[in-house]
């Protein structure tokens, strides 16, 4: 756990730094918000920060949303009314700690921060094999490529990799290949200098330099493209990176994991992804199976999620009834756990008996066989007469993501076209005025 303390503290700053040091963790220290922002530009890269409350949080947490830094701050302060907390927490502190600092506080606090937050729920047989595999190569400094469909828990796995490797003490560094538009990304990647293009007004760390010492994940690195994979084989090779707009490399020692929800051999013989980076990546090959394929995970990972939301909503925990056990083992989960997820949120907040009961459980339009099949349609394929194929495919876009109440992954692997596609096409729908359905808040992969 690495620690960024900012501002005096009233002189109790040596104090909780000591706390933190007693609790394992690493301590900088940054006289103000200014400070602080030019040593994030230098390279600096903390898991949690602790902020005078004296100084402007505000600002902090802007600087850190502007430039994509998910920090959590905690706000301190020797003041322990409730308004002097309030005015934190409403600046964007995640929690309010009284000082002089209590050693006992401090570390539960820094310990709800740090800790994972994504545990790997499992009961299937073909789960566990994945996960003693896991558990063997985490420790080894080999690259990982985590494959599976999408939703079935990627990300989850490559966090335990590392966290049960000899870098848990250093960063995680997570890149959405996917997300991030394609000239974005070499810049999110490898940084760039001040001056390096218009409106790169300060030095920008780029994640490989935040992950030193750490993992990065490559999360969806089939949908980089191939000019770019190029560039991130020669730093996979010479373990340094290029800002652009830099005079001189910089040396980055990380250890590599890399997802796909792809045929990676078929990316390859398609002339999609390039063989020798997909070599460089593929040291060993973690294949997570979909959820259909493993359903003696589906009522662990139910009860998990049923702890999760009836917390943050603030509801009793509900037990599953057996119909609604039933129904959920029954259904094929073509959006995998990250469906799962958000069915057994709605359920938790829709429910009104004493149980979660089957009616609770709002499951996908085409599997409850209320949409309309377009072949048993009695207009039939007269309803495509006359119109355009781009009309067409707009229209089954747009339903195909309703059905998936707004899920892009998803949506996309039902369609057969990649995320950055699907994303291209809503926004020229968004920019003819069409109403796009809006992506859910809890997205897991």
Not at 371 to 386: A, D, H, K
Request: charged share 25%.
């Amino acid at each position: 756990m690495r620690l960024l303390l900012i501002g005096s503290m009233n002189g109790q700053i040596g104090a909780a730094g000591k706390i933190a040091l007693a609790k394992g963790g690493t301590v900088n220290l940054a006289n103000d918000i200014n400070d602080a922002l030019d040593k994030f530009h230098n390279g600096l890269s903390v898991d949690v920060i602790m902020c005078d409350v004296k100084e402007d949080i505000s600002k902090l947490t802007e600087a850190l949303n502007d430039e994509k830094r998910v920090i959590p701050v905690i706000a301190c302060g020797i003041a322990q009314d409730a308004q002097t907390a309030v005015r934190a927490i409403k600046a964007g502190a995640k929690e309010y700690i009284p000082l002089p600092p209590d050693a006992e506080l401090i570390g539960a606090v820094l310990a709800s921060f740090t800790e994972e937050k994504h545990p790997v729920v499992y009961a299937d047989p073909k789960t566990e094999r994945v996960l003693q595999m896991a558990k063997q190569i985490a420790p080894s400094t080999a690259s990982v490529l985590i494959t599976g469909e999408s939703g079935t828990g990627k990300e989850v796995f490559a966090r335990f990799l590392h966290e049960n490797s000899k870098r848990a003490s250093g960063p995680f560094v997570a890149v959405n290949c996917a997300a991030i538009p394609e000239n974005l990304l070499e810049s999110e990647l490898f940084g760039y200098e001040k001056g390096a293009f218009t409106g790169a007004v300060s030095r920008h760390i780029g994640k490989f330099e935040e992950a030193n010492g750490g993992t990065i994940l490559l999360d969806e690195i089939s949908e980089m493209d191939l000019r770019l994979q190029a560039k991130l084989l020669r730093v996979i090779q010479e373990r340094q990176v290029d800002r652009l707009g830099g005079k001189a490399p910089v040396k980055v020692d990380v250890r590599i994991l890399a997802t796909s929800n792809r045929n990676m051999k078929t990316e390859v013989q398609n002339k999609t992804f390039r063989e020798d980076l997909y070599f460089r990546l593929n040291v060993v090959n973690l294949a997570l199976p979909a959820l259909r394929e493993r359903k003696g995970d589906i009522i662990p990972l139910v009860n998990h999620f049923i702890d999760i939301y009836s917390e943050l909503n603030d509801v009793k925990k509900k037990e599953l009834s057996l119909e609604a056990k039933t129904k959920l083992e029954n259904y094929s989960w073509p959006g995998n756990v990250r469906e799962l997820e958000n069915t057994v949120q709605r359920a938790v907040i829709l429910s009104i008996t004493p149980q979660i009961m089957p009616e609770d459980i709002i499951l996908s339009e085409a599997e409850e066989g209320t949409t309309t099949n377009i072949q048993e349609n009695n207009e039939g394929v007269s309803n495509l007469v006359g119109r355009t194929v781009a009309e067409v495919e707009q229209d089954l876009i747009l339903d195909t993501l309703k059905s998936t109440y707004g899920n892009r992954t998803h949506a996309a692997t039902i369609l057969g076209i990649s995320i950055r596609t699907l994303r291209n096409k809503l926004n020229q729908y968004s920019a003819h005025g069409v109403d796009i359905p809006p992506a859910p808040n809890n997205m897991m992969d």
